[in-house]
């Protein structure tokens, strides 16, 4: 069964591989994927150290429902120090890479020390090795996957860097498939640093189910129900794409950098044109959302884009082309490069043009223009081969202003050195508070209460988020306000970490519609497929227990209440465009800390939001680092 | 009528969760290597084809069994396997044009579609609509209204002209 996965530890500078059995304890306290990783990166790691060195350790793992019968049970999770922030790295991708580790029966990889030349890391059935991979260094994220799957077969699933994770590209993916990305945070840089190219697996063991038919019968309502709302049908028409349309008209998106906040001719890159180069939509592993492309432009063949993609190669850039994002998705793709992050470095880096800090001098003559296809295609490939000015870019926020200089650090738009999604928060607070206490950066899938900006009724918030645990103060409906936000920030904080260590996409539960899966499911999941025996009130226990373990790895690394908080431009810069209603916001700075210190409050942090003796008691945190594991 | 399990590889997204709802409904558990369908796929390139047991009508697998273990339904449009007739030779995997008859790779054993005693999971569990159940007489309807609505689309351009 599911509980019976193990974990393996992967030194590649002595070659040495131990496998363990993951103790029921240690389940019952951590459940698995992201907040089992957690557990693993603060007892397998010290303070201080270099990310892109030996002593950093990477995590690849999958949740404990992965594989099973639970929704979309695809997620494959990645945790590491992160190369791009030095605060928690953590990623979690789609496709189809967890479920076959699952299927050779592991849960978690920890792979620590360096290899001398490259290698693959070869996962199959109860069985690992470490192997040579010299010939695949240099190649794409896709043809790395055809040159593994030639030497082992069409079945297994690989997850790999491309050049960018090899060139230490501090914002490097994972990549399973042609779009599944790992993504934010760097840890394609990580297996990179570590001279690795790929994990592949591929599996034939059981995974035993507890219950098969109540399993079945559970499964299908729950889809059936997905299935038959309005988000699942236009997801699966468009993917994020949609959300595009909704947040532009309102003045929700983060343009040209941070100048505006809504694109006035949006037409060229709405959603909708994808249909023109679109053959039909693909799923994940399990899943019946299939919220991403198939589509062809020129020579080029690839799947999505998503939201970020129009973002990153649309409105950010100026670019207002629809081929272009078809084009800058597969680059990234290819490459194995952060989409977002990649969007965002470019865009800054304009707005750096535009204002002369960066000059042709700097630029190596690329004309960083707004709206310049051809120089944002380039500009890409450079940062991907760390070539001229795209090296200084590769650095991410934080050292590539140190190198530019000037006052550039001013008009980058970031939090912890992890840039912001391309939205624009200036006129909700929730959502402002929940990038800015992030714990791997800026993050709009960590804690993003995006049903807050559908003015629902307090009845129906209340029935939402006073479940499994009430709140005592005030919920509000409008999105401008700032009463009953902090609270919101921390319940999708449970529910995503929640989701997280089960291994299911965050599209399946509380997300986008108040709908979907909440605790209550994933207690009846993990009791169906494993026969574990918890309530949602203990599932919700779990995940504050990983959150706050997350947020001691940051405490240790000496992050506090200073990085969580948000560019000035947010509190001095008012909105100009969109719905009158969001025209002329800013943040307001008091209101945020106040905010802030109410977050601090209800999770039981003190004033620098390092958790307290009493929270570390209570949920048994006490005595870490443990070393249980 | 019979009912016959029609693929649509055109609406499959690729998402193999017929594999696991079949190795789950079968055998108690989740491993796509023991399921009676998989989707097989060009991961790389964008194709998905569900390939399952077709019920042959001249059935090679009934052919070439030693045993008789394999026989036809009608009623049902099923080819079934009786295990307490089964040796076990596997000829019939190797006579199956189509990959539908395979090797349970824990017990050994012969695994075919069974049609899940008249309700396959894999159909159930399909919501974009790849895989259908329905009466031998629909099977090829919606192909042939496809065809027909383009040439209708192609008259109606010469009458308006």
């Given at each position: 069964?599911?509980l019976?996965?193990?974990?393996?530890?992967?030194?590649?500078?002595?070659?040495?591989?131990?496998?363990?059995?993951?103790?029921?304890?240690?389940?019952?306290?951590?459940?698995?994927?992201?907040?089992?990783?957690?557990?693993?990166?603060?007892?397998?790691?010290e303070?201080?150290?270099?990310?892109?060195?030996?002593?950093?350790?990477g995590?690849?793992?999958?949740?404990?429902?992965?594989?099973?019968?639970?929704?979309?049970?695809?997620?494959?999770?990645?945790a590491?120090?992160?190369?791009l922030?030095?605060?928690?790295?953590?990623?979690?991708?789609?496709?189809?890479?967890?479920?076959?580790?699952?299927?050779?029966?592991?849960?978690?990889?920890?792979?620590?020390?360096?290899?001398?030349?490259?290698?693959?890391?070869?996962?199959?059935?109860?069985?690992?090795?470490?192997?040579?991979?010299?010939?695949?260094?240099?190649?794409?994220?896709?043809?790395?996957?055809?040159?593994?799957?030639?030497?082992?077969?069409?079945?297994?699933?690989?997850?790999?860097?491309?050049?960018?994770?090899?060139?230490?590209?501090?914002?490097?993916?994972?990549?399973?498939?042609?779009?599944?990305?790992?993504?934010?945070?760097?840890?394609?840089?990580?297996?990179?640093?570590?001279?690795?190219?790929?994990?592949?697996?591929?599996?034939?063991?059981?995974?035993e189910?507890?219950?098969?038919?109540?399993?079945?019968?559970?499964d299908?309502?729950?889809?059936?129900?997905?299935?038959?709302?309005?988000?699942?049908?236009?997801?699966?028409?468009?993917?994020?794409?949609?959300?595009?349309?909704?947040?532009?008209?309102?003045?929700?998106?983060?343009?040209?950098?941070?100048?505006?906040?809504?694109?006035?001719?949006?037409?060229?890159?709405?959603?909708?044109?994808?249909?023109?180069y679109?053959?039909?939509?693909?799923?994940?592993?399990?899943?019946?959302?299939?919220?991403?492309?198939?589509?062809?432009?020129?020579?080029?063949?690839?799947?999505?884009?998503?939201?970020?993609?129009?973002?990153?190669?649309?409105?950010?850039?100026?670019?207002?082309?629809?081929?272009?994002?078809?084009?800058?998705?597969?680059?990234?793709?290819?490459?194995?490069?952060?989409?977002?992050?990649t969007?965002?470095?470019?865009?800054?880096?304009?707005?750096?043009?535009?204002?002369?800090?960066?000059?042709?001098?700097?630029?190596?003559?690329?004309?960083?223009?707004?709206?310049?296809?051809?120089?944002?295609?380039?500009l890409?490939?450079?940062?991907?081969?760390?070539?001229?000015?795209?090296?200084?870019?590769?650095?991410?926020?934080?050292r590539?202003?140190?190198?530019?200089?000037k006052?550039?650090?001013?008009?980058?738009?970031?939090?912890?050195?992890?840039?912001?999604?391309?939205?624009?928060?200036?006129?909700?607070?929730?959502?402002?508070?929940?990038i800015?206490?992030?714990?791997?950066?800026?993050?709009?899938?960590?804690?993003?209460?995006?049903?807050?900006?559908?003015?629902?009724?307090?009845?129906?918030l209340?029935?939402?988020?006073?479940?499994?645990?009430?709140?005592?103060?005030?919920?509000?409906?409008?999105?401008r306000?700032?009463?009953?936000?902090?609270?919101?920030?921390?319940?999708?904080e449970?529910m995503?970490?929640?989701?997280?260590?089960?291994?299911?996409?965050?599209?399946?539960?509380?997300?986008?519609?108040?709908?979907?899966?909440?605790?209550?499911?994933?207690?009846?999941?993990?009791?169906?497929?494993?026969?574990?025996?918890?309530?949602?009130?203990d599932v919700?226990?779990?995940?504050?227990?990983?959150?706050?373990?997350?947020?001691?790895?940051?405490?240790?690394?000496?992050?506090?209440?200073?990085?969580?908080?948000?560019?000035?431009?947010?509190?001095?810069?008012?909105?100009?465009?969109?719905?009158?209603?969001?025209?002329?916001?800013?943040?307001?700075?008091?209101?945020?800390?106040?905010?802030?210190?109410?977050?601090?409050?209800?999770?039981?942090w003190?004033?620098?939001?390092?958790?307290?003796?009493?929270?570390?008691?209570?949920?048994?945190?006490?005595?870490?680092?443990?070393?249980?594991? | 009528?019979?009912?016959?399990?029609?693929?649509?590889?055109?609406?499959?997204?690729?998402?193999?969760?017929?594999?696991?709802?079949?190795?789950?409904?079968?055998?108690?558990?989740?491993?796509?290597?023991?399921?009676?369908?998989?989707?097989?796929?060009?991961?790389m390139?964008?194709?998905?084809?569900?390939?399952?047991?077709?019920?042959?009508?001249?059935?090679?697998?009934?052919?070439?069994?030693?045993?008789?273990?394999?026989?036809?339904?009608?009623?049902?449009?099923?080819?079934?396997?009786?295990?307490?007739?089964?040796?076990?030779?596997?000829?019939?995997?190797?006579?199956?044009?189509?990959?539908?008859?395979?090797?349970?790779?824990?017990?050994?054993?012969?695994?075919?579609?069974?049609?899940?005693?008249?309700?396959?999971?894999?159909?159930?569990?399909?919501?974009?609509?790849?895989?259908?159940?329905?009466?031998?007489?629909v099977?090829?309807?919606?192909?042939?209204?496809?065809?027909?609505?383009?040439?209708?689309?192609?008259?109606?351009?010469?009458?308006?002209?």
């Amino acid at each position: 069964m599911a509980l019976n996965r193990q974990i393996a530890y992967i030194n590649l500078s002595t070659g040495e591989i131990e496998t363990k059995p993951i103790p029921l304890e240690v389940r019952k306290k951590f459940i698995g994927g992201r907040g089992l990783d957690m557990y693993l990166l603060y007892n397998h790691t010290e303070a201080g150290i270099d990310p892109l060195g030996p002593d950093n350790v990477g995590i690849i793992s999958a949740g404990l429902l992965s594989g099973t019968l639970s929704s979309a049970s695809a997620r494959t999770h990645m945790a590491a120090k992160s190369p791009l922030t030095g605060a928690v790295g953590s990623t979690n991708m789609g496709g189809f890479f967890a479920p076959e580790m699952t299927w050779a029966g592991f849960h978690h990889l920890l792979v620590k020390g360096k290899a001398e030349e490259p290698v693959y890391i070869w996962v199959n059935d109860g069985k690992i090795e470490i192997r040579d991979a010299s010939h695949l260094w240099g190649l794409s994220t896709r043809e790395t996957q055809n040159a593994l799957k030639e030497e082992l077969g069409e079945e297994v699933q690989v997850l790999c860097i491309g050049p960018a994770g090899e060139n230490l590209v501090r914002y490097a993916n994972i990549m399973n498939g042609m779009k599944n990305a790992g993504g934010r945070s760097g840890m394609g840089a990580l297996l990179g640093s570590k001279n690795v190219k790929a994990v592949v697996a591929r599996g034939t063991m059981d995974i035993e189910i507890r219950y098969p038919e109540e399993a079945l019968e559970y499964d299908y309502e729950v889809m059936k129900h997905i299935s038959g709302t309005k988000f699942a049908q236009i997801m699966g028409k468009y993917g994020t794409m949609f959300i595009q349309s909704v947040t532009n008209s309102t003045g929700l998106v983060r343009t040209q950098n941070f100048q505006h906040n809504q694109l006035l001719d949006a037409e060229p890159v709405e959603c909708e044109h994808i249909e023109e180069y679109s053959f039909g939509t693909v799923g994940c592993f399990g899943c019946i959302i299939h919220c991403r492309h198939r589509y062809i432009v020129d020579d080029i063949y690839d799947e999505g884009p998503e939201y970020t993609a129009q973002g990153a190669f649309g409105w950010e850039v100026g670019c207002n082309n629809f081929e272009t994002i078809l084009k800058g998705n597969h680059l990234v793709n290819h490459y194995g490069l952060d989409i977002l992050e990649t969007g965002s470095m470019m865009a800054w880096a304009m707005e750096l043009y535009e204002k002369g800090i960066l000059t042709d001098k700097d630029t190596g003559g690329l004309k960083l223009e707004w709206g310049n296809d051809e120089a944002v295609l380039e500009l890409i490939r450079q940062i991907a081969f760390r070539e001229g000015i795209g090296d200084v870019l590769a650095e991410g926020p934080l050292r590539a202003a140190a190198k530019i200089g000037k006052d550039s650090l001013k008009y980058n738009i970031h939090v912890k050195g992890m840039s912001n999604l391309h939205s624009d928060e200036r006129p909700t607070p929730a959502l402002a508070l929940g990038i800015a206490t992030g714990t791997r950066g800026s993050d709009h899938l960590r804690s993003r209460a995006a049903i807050d900006l559908y003015h629902l009724p307090v009845f129906l918030l209340e029935k939402v988020y006073n479940n499994p645990v009430k709140y005592e103060g005030k919920f509000t409906s409008d999105y401008r306000d700032y009463e009953g936000k902090p609270w919101e920030v921390l319940w999708q904080e449970m529910m995503y970490m929640a989701i997280d260590l089960v291994g299911v996409c965050k599209y399946h539960c509380v997300f986008l519609s108040p709908n979907l899966m909440n605790f209550e499911h994933i207690s009846k999941f993990l009791y169906y497929n494993t026969g574990l025996e918890m309530s949602p009130r203990d599932v919700w226990e779990v995940a504050e227990r990983c959150y706050n373990i997350e947020r001691m790895f940051n405490v240790r690394e000496g992050f506090g209440r200073q990085d969580d908080m948000l560019v000035d431009r947010y509190f001095d810069e008012p909105t100009t465009r969109g719905l009158e209603i969001v025209r002329g916001k800013t943040i307001d700075r008091e209101k945020f800390n106040e905010m802030l210190d109410e977050y601090y409050e209800l999770h039981g942090w003190d004033e620098n939001g390092m958790p307290t003796e009493e929270t570390l008691e209570r949920l048994g945190l006490d005595k870490e680092p443990s070393h249980m594991l | 009528m019979q009912k016959v399990i029609l693929v649509e590889h055109d609406k499959c997204t690729g998402c193999r969760l017929c594999e696991m709802v079949c190795s789950v409904k079968h055998e108690g558990v989740s491993n796509p290597s023991r399921a009676r369908i998989n989707v097989i796929k060009w991961f790389m390139e964008g194709f998905d084809m569900p390939m399952i047991c077709q019920q042959c009508m001249e059935a090679p697998c009934i052919a070439v069994c030693p045993k008789d273990a394999l026989s036809r339904d009608e009623e049902l449009g099923l080819v079934v396997l009786d295990y307490d007739l089964c040796i076990g030779c596997k000829m019939c995997v190797t006579a199956c044009p189509f990959g539908g008859m395979g090797i349970d790779t824990v017990t050994n054993k012969v695994i075919k579609c069974d049609l899940c005693e008249g309700d396959p999971q894999c159909v159930r569990f399909c919501f974009p609509g790849a895989l259908q159940y329905v009466d031998a007489n629909v099977a090829n309807l919606r192909r042939k209204r496809d065809a027909a609505a383009k040439l209708a689309e192609l008259m109606s351009k010469v009458v308006v002209a």
